[in-house]
């Protein structure tokens, strides 16, 4: 089994609020993160693909279709976003890295040709990231 894993960066702003807690309550959970004018993040996204390796192309696949599903899925639908906002799944989910992890997941495995999908780390920040590794 070769796993192969490729990275991208994105840039993307929400806030945390949960609308059935007091606005007192989600400034003593969220703090900072509950400024409903938001804050932003410069993401960066690894998508590890398990496979074996094909005989006739010597590869697990060709690493340009793993960027283009990245780029159309990933990238066109939250680089420079305001997740709130302008992703629907943030409408009534809160756009936690760990969120954000689970919706890429859903996002990549859906459209995924080739391979498994065996990983997707997000960093939020240098020292801060999630993996996810599927349900």
């Known amino acids: 089994m070769i796993y ?12 945390y609020h949960n609308p059935a807690l007091s606005p007192e309550e989600n400034r003593r959970i969220f703090g900072k993160c509950n400024n409903p004018h938001g804050h932003g993040h410069n993401y960066t996204l690894e998508v590890t693909i398990a496979g074996e390796i094909d ?17 159309s899925e990933v990238l066109d639908r939250m680089d420079h976003r305001f997740l709130n906002a302008e992703v629907p799944a943030f409408a009534s989910r809160i756009p936690t890295t760990e969120n954000i992890s689970i ?16 990983r997707v780390r997000l960093y939020e ?3 801060l990231y999630v993996d996810y590794y599927g349900a």
């Open 4 to 15: 192969l894993t490729r990275r991208a960066e994105f840039s993307a702003s929400h806030y």
């Open 55 to 71: 005989p006739a192309t010597g590869m697990v696949l060709n690493i340009r279709d793993l960027k283009e599903l990245l780029q």
């Open 103 to 118: 919706e890429i997941w859903n996002l990549i495995a859906a459209k995924l040709t080739f391979g498994r999908l065996h």
């Open 125 to 127: 920040t240098p020292d």
